[in-house]
């Protein structure tokens, strides 16, 4: 196998560099070679730019991709380190997700200053997030709540909560852990009652679909139970809605060579939701989840749907 230099790519986050570093950690031991022969190239995203809105209102989660597949797609780097549930579900042509790490805790956590559940929050708390999965699960357990626009990085949104300028937010565990941050966490949400975003906890690897070589390489790192139930995470996840401007929620488990999956699409408000699950071959996840989409757009009453914008 050829083991020349491999350039990666990735945002300029403390969260991103983290991924691409363990990345390179991954391959440099996997390949036996030394770390600098992995390049770390940072490139800005328009979602990094774009901190004043929700991104469904500037172009959706490829915002967070867009400039890091363009590198990928002129040759300027080999690789791209992505946080799966940023993924949109299309790609450009002649890009593929080659390889996941080990998927992390999936579960969002309450940030809060003196609370230890969402229970705990005072009667008209202002609970700050960007995620309409999020408020729309957040609306369902407490109605009472204000739910107002938080953007940024990690440690943008915690000085924001502990500043006094919003009583909670929600992020994800697995982000809050790989920054050695757990200390934030005041309740790590159950999976049961507040499902996560599709691909939440995983790290992805995206190369060119034509570099067999390249492909090559990441498969000696790729975690198949990770990269078995994301599939069927993006498979429910692009039969409803690919972007952020539906309120959806699907995590998939890989025990052995079967695969369990719940998902759950709500109303903006979190009044109104359908569930469903599936269960199967784990070698059948994409059409697992893809059926699993079909059946709930197949459930859900068509005003229903056509209020989240699902034709």
């Keep these: 196998m050829q083991t020349g230099p491999i350039r990666i790519g990735t945002r300029g986050s403390r969260l991103a560099l983290w991924q691409a570093e363990t990345v390179r950690s991954r391959l440099a031991a996997a390949e036996d070679l030394p770390a600098d022969n992995y390049e770390i190239v940072v490139i800005r995203t328009s979602g990094d730019r774009i901190q004043d809105r929700a991104l469904l209102e500037a172009g959706g989660k490829g915002l967070f991709t867009k400039e890091i597949e363009e590198a990928l797609l002129d040759g300027s780097i080999d690789v791209a380190v992505h946080s799966a549930k940023d993924m949109p579900t299309v790609l450009p042509d002649g890009l593929i997700l080659a390889a996941y790490l080990e998927r992390e805790d999936v579960r969002d956590a309450l ?78 949400l159950p999976v049961e009652t507040f499902p996560p975003a599709c691909g939440q906890g995983a790290v992805v690897i995206e190369c060119r679909e034509d570099d067999e070589r390249t492909r090559r390489r990441l498969a000696r790192i790729d975690h198949r139970a990770t990269a078995l139930a994301v599939a069927c995470e993006r498979a429910f996840l692009g039969v409803l809605d690919g972007s952020c401007r539906t309120p959806i929620a699907g995590y998939a488990q890989v025990d052995g060579d079967r695969l369990e999956f719940r998902g759950v699409i709500l109303s903006t408000d979190g009044r109104e939701f359908y569930e469903i699950d599936r269960s199967g071959p784990a070698a059948a996840s994409a059409e697992i989840g893809e059926e699993a989409g079909f059946a709930l757009r197949g459930r859900a009453p068509k005003p229903f749907l056509a209020a989240l914008g699902i034709a």
């Design 111 to 188: 940030v809060a200053a003196g609370a230890k559940a969402i229970d705990d929050l005072r009667q008209g708390a202002v609970i700050g997030t960007a995620s309409l999965r999020r408020e729309a699960l957040l609306r369902r357990a407490r109605p009472d709540l204000k739910v107002e626009l938080l953007r940024g990085n990690v440690p943008t949104r915690l000085r924001k909560v502990e500043a006094g300028e919003f009583d909670a937010t929600l992020l994800a565990c697995a982000g809050l852990k790989r920054l050695g941050l757990e200390e934030h966490i005041a309740a790590r």
